[in-house]
């Protein structure tokens, strides 16, 4: 594993006791900003085969009010040196370094399917606006718990901007913002208070854009004040800043509030989770 890491990160035991109680005590929500974290030859080689993802065949594209942007998630048609970026940020011993340094108790467990991961890419006038994530896998019965990003962004000017901001809990300032430059990794504990994004348009020059790698990680079972009950389990909440009104769009989910609500669709919904979405996402594999 040494190899991909940049020599500074080779005791990683030394850097956690430094920086695990920075991490957890980290404004608005428990974070961590590492610069430099990867060999730099083995990430341009990562850089170089980033692909054009508006081009490429099976990537997502977003054009909503809430989000501008490319991704991709098919790690089968992933390059090389790519697939050995996302080997190693699913790997024991990057997972035993987030286990240790974001002291979660619960163990942390991999998406090997890289859901609303992987490939990451934004484009002039492109942005993402403030949200918290969806706090459930959307097949496995799992709690959301953890965002690792790697930036991939070399030069990257201030003016530019698609920093990553984070908010506070109640949308009323933004506590701490991240220019997204190459070799810049950012990891950070989702709950349904976790505000953040990228909100304002990219102002990068036509033939750049905003790159980068996401992987998440869940648990069986998190701690109760992390979740808010009138969230939907599986949907990403978009937030308007202070002084932006409608400045986001949400669809109504009242009504799948009042169904969750009555016992009887909650058994529905365990037996599909537990006999059918499980099943399909197994015979997927």
């Known amino acids: 594993m040494n190899e991909l890491l940049n020599e500074k990160y080779y005791d990683l035991d030394r850097f956690i006791k430094d920086n695990q109680n920075n991490y957890i005590n980290a404004n608005p929500f428990p974070n961590i900003v590492i610069d430099d974290f990867f060999n730099e030859e083995f990430l341009n080689d990562v850089l170089n085969e980033f692909p054009n993802l508006s081009k490429k065949q099976n990537s997502d594209s977003y054009v909503n009010q809430n989000e501008i942007k490319f991704a991709n998630n098919l790690y089968s048609d992933f390059p090389k040196n ?4 996302f080997d ?12 240790k340094i974001t002291n979660i108790n619960e163990k942390l467990i991999i998406d090997e399917k890289l859901n609303g991961g992987g490939l990451h890419e934004i484009k002039k006038g492109g942005l993402l606006k403030i949200h918290s994530d969806f706090n459930r896998h959307p097949i496995l019965n799992l709690d959301r718990r953890l965002n690792v990003l790697v930036y991939l962004n070399k030069d990257w000017n201030e003016d530019y901007g698609g920093h990553l901001q984070l908010w506070d809990k109640e949308m009323q ?9 190459f070799n810049r990794m950012v990891v950070f504990s989702t709950t ?8 304002d348009p990219l102002n990068c020059p036509d033939k750049r854009s905003r790159k980068s790698v996401a992987t998440y990680y869940y648990s069986n079972g998190r701690p ?5 009950k009138m969230y939907i389990k599986n949907t990403t909440y978009f937030k308007n800043r202070v002084g932006h009104h409608n400045e986001t769009f949400q669809n109504d989910t009242s009504l799948k509030r009042f169904l969750r609500s009555l016992s009887f669709y909650q058994k529905i919904k365990e037996f599909e989770k537990k006999f059918l979405r499980f099943r399909f996402f197994k015979k997927k594999k």
Not at 82 to 85: D, F, G, S, T
Not at 192 to 199: I, V
């Open 82 to 85: 790519i697939k050995l970026l």
């Open 88 to 99: 190693f940020l699913n790997s024991n011993y990057f997972v035993g370094f987030l286990q």
């Open 173 to 181: 300032k933004c506590e701490k913002k991240i220019l997204p430059i």
């Open 192 to 199: 349904d208070y976790s505000n953040h994004g990228h909100p």
């Open 224 to 228: 109760s004040n992390e979740v808010d």
